[in-house]
């Protein structure tokens, strides 16, 4: 069957946007609804004639700070034993948080291919920002906008390159 691709990250970092995106969907929901829990989310997605499967986890979590922790990495979890490739999403307006740095730990040590995507980086000036999340241990970061679709294109490249 074709690969699979996960989105991983901590809420709010736009990884339904990005699914949105890249499946040309509306199916992921986007925002901040209280109380709303999804599981995860299937598309297919289509870069230079190529499709893949991409799922998107975590879904609309709950505004309950106990629940974050446990409900991303049990979804991160999900994700890394049936994904081929992975794209960890950060915001880019945003310093690193603790869950970013235990997330990026939890995807390395699986040994999949990831790559990460460095979002809401709508202009070059913050961009410019995105290498400051080489701290987290990747060789490249992928400054992007899943909002406009800026950079979208460099990070399909690169992950369909080991799929
Ligand atoms: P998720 O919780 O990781 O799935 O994040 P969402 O996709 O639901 O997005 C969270 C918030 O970030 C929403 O208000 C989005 O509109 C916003 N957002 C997502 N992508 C971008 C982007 O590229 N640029 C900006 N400025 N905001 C974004
Ligand atoms: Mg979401």
Redesign the pocket.
Known sequence: SEPLIAIC?R???????LFNRLTRTRRSI???EPGITRDRIYGEVEWQGHKARLVDT?G?IPDDEALIPSEIFRQAQVALDEADAIVM?VDGRSEITAPDVEMARLLVRSGKPIFLAV??M?SAAVAMEADNFRTLGFKEVFPV????GTGVGDLLDAVYGVL
């Open positions: 990250g809420p709010n970092v736009g990884k339904s946007t986007v925002g901040d975590g609309v999403v979002n809401k709508e906008s899943a909002e406009h």
